[in-house]
């Protein structure tokens, strides 16, 4: 699905002495089957924009109506106007997942069956036979690398951090969301569990989820997996590039508090020196090209 | 939404009536209810409103905002001053209908009744509107300091009352996200009939209450590492300090007491 924002604005506490712009004039499209990056500083306005995406935070009637700057709102998912009350949010949902920031405290049930099950039958028109609730919890379980047999009867809060997170996305991937969103997927988790958890989008997206978007903080992520990244900044969209692109911009990204990949630092120190490196910022590229420039071969 | 409850009431300007001293707006507040009860006449309770309504003045607060205080009061207030007109036996009668009897006296007594339950009603919002929940604990705590003599833990006690307040925006916000969370699953929560609704709740309240347990233990830590104890050597780091302002608005309050309990005895206009 196709997601088109145009002239997105909001404000939280509209109208009163709290109020807080926290999305000015967004506008960029993703596209069917992208791995889309979000990346933006805590309060950018990234974790307010992807709540719309699902109809969590809605587009108020009186935006569309008076539209700042005069330019309408638009926000499309698919064939989901989101501007529109007349939507059906619940096959907007059943269509969009969303995986929220430490999703593992949305853990509620007595068994990770049972937990992993609450999304399917929520979403399921009448009632679903008990076949079917199971094959689809054993493939979301499998999915994301847990063995069914052995967690079905666990409770979910006997399980590790990481097994915890994966029950969760499980809990949200179960209906097959074409789209999913996830923010900060991997935050507080081992290197060893952000890899896992990187290597699992990248299944789904091969599979299940055709459009992934990802919102993080961590630039080394956004530039290994990500086909395209959009930089949020005090709630404006700066660019929206694919990474290596984006990090030609390094020296504003530092200025924007934002990281850059280890990569493009030591590309940029190397330029400081005089040494032109053309990589695309991936670490496997940077080494190869590093490698080759040791040999005294070329750069290409 | 959940959002609006995070400030609690507090309405942040700058104001005349926001500097003053938390502890002498309490007090304030405790003599204001005093001289509404004392009043037995009109022009007294007249006084009393002339005087609030510049403290709302000088506290630059919208009369919207004030008003919208009071219509949660509304229906109880009409009902009590119905009851009040229906049932009031004076000596003027104008109707009469079984029990039921509307006197000169009973209109007066519930009009009389509904002026001074706004009033209290207004004027403890005000306290709220201008006070943050901070300085309110502070004022609270520094007034009930006599306490301690008879060993009452006044320190212990406000720190709960602070540590509640900081949390309740805290937990707000973790609902809202949980809410959320559950919502994306499917899960409705305000649709449907009141046991559906309650089933509804299970999602939220399980993870919310994990979250809040985990917040308490993770304080609980928190002050202990740092070798938290008993409020006896503490120092704060906004010292309560009486200036002009509060001078002027204590010598107001005790006219306002004296004057209407001198009107009490001697009533200007009997009723």
Redesign the interface.
């Known amino acids: 699905m196709r997601i088109v924002v145009n002239h997105l604005n909001y404000i ?2 509209d109208r009163s ?2 109020a807080v712009q926290a999305l000015k004039d967004v506008s960029f499209t993703i596209e069917h089957g992208e791995f889309f990056g979000i990346i933006g500083h805590t309060g950018s306005g990234k974790s307010t924009f992807v ?1 719309h995406l ?1 109809g ?1 935070i809605r587009v108020p009637s009186s935006l569309k109506r008076k539209p700042i700057k005069g330019d309408m709102t638009e926000l499309r998912v698919g064939e989901f106007d989101l501007t529109s009350k007349k939507t059906d949010f ?1 096959a907007l ?2 269509n969009v ?2 995986v ?2 430490y ?1 593992e ?5 007595e068994t990770v069956f049972e937990d992993v099950a ?2 399917y039958r ?2 399921f028109d009448g009632k679903p036979e008990k076949g079917q609730v199971e094959s689809a919890v054993r493939e979301a379980l499998g999915i994301v690398g847990l063995d069914y047999e052995t967690v079905k009867n666990v409770s979910p ?1 006997d399980l590790s951090g990481g097994q915890k997170r994966r029950v969760a996305i499980a ?2 991937i179960v ?1 097959h969301p074409e789209v999913l969103v996830l923010d900060e997927p991997a935050a507080g988790l081992d290197p060893l569990g952000k890899q896992e958890i990187m290597r699992l989008l990248h299944r789904l997206h091969g599979s299940w989820c055709k459009t992934i978007v990802v919102v993080s903080h961590d630039m080394d992520e956004i530039a290994e997996n990500c086909t395209r990244v959009a930089v949020f900044a005090e709630g404006t969209v700066k660019y929206v590039l694919p990474p290596r692109e984006l990090f030609h911009h390094s020296e504003e990204l530092l200025s924007l508090g934002l990281d850059v990949p280890l990569t493009a630092k030591l590309c940029l120190e190397l330029e400081k020196q005089g040494v032109h490196i053309d990589c695309d910022y991936t670490t496997e590229d940077f080494l190869r090209k590093v490698l080759a420039l040791g040999k005294g071969g070329t750069v290409c | 939404m959940l959002k609006d409850v995070s400030f609690g009431q507090y309405y942040p300007v700058r104001s005349f009536v926001h500097n003053l001293d938390p502890r002498l707006k309490i007090l304030f507040l405790i003599a204001y209810i005093v001289a509404i009860f004392l009043a037995k006449e009109f022009l007294a309770l007249g006084i009393c409103a002339a005087l609030l309504v510049f403290g709302v003045a000088f506290a630059h607060i919208p009369a919207g905002k004030v008003l919208r205080s009071v219509k949660g009061v509304l229906f109880l207030v009409l009902f009590t001053a119905a009851i009040n007109v229906l049932f009031y036996r004076g000596k003027t009668v104008y109707w009469e209908w079984g029990i039921f009897t509307v006197t000169f006296e009973g209109i007066m007594t519930s009009a009389f009744l509904v002026v001074r339950l706004f009033l209290l009603v207004i004027c403890s919002s005000l306290l709220t509107y201008t006070t943050t929940p901070v300085a309110l604990t502070d004022g609270l705590e520094s007034l009930l300091t006599p306490l301690k003599w008879i060993r009452f833990p006044v320190h212990e006690l406000a720190l709960i009352m602070s540590i509640a307040l900081r949390f309740i925006p805290i937990l707000a916000d973790e609902t809202d996200r949980i809410m959320n969370a559950q919502k994306a699953r499917g899960a409705e929560l305000d649709s449907g009939g009141l046991a559906k609704r309650i089933r509804a709740v299970v999602p939220v309240l399980i993870p919310l209450l994990l979250s809040a347990f985990r917040r308490a233990d993770e304080l609980g830590d928190a002050m202990d590492a740092r070798c938290y104890t008993d409020g006896k050597h503490r120092t704060k780091y906004k010292k309560l300090r009486f200036s002009w302002r509060d001078l002027i608005v204590f010598v107001l309050i005790a006219a306002l007491v004296a004057g209407v309990s001198v009107m009490r005895v001697y009533p200007v206009f009997a009723l």
Not at chain 1, 105 to 109: G, M, V
């Open positions: 939280y506490n002495p709290f709540q699902n969590l619940r949902r059943r997942g969303m929220f920031q999703p405290n949305q853990l509620f049930a609450f999304g929520n979403f809060f809990g949200v209906t």
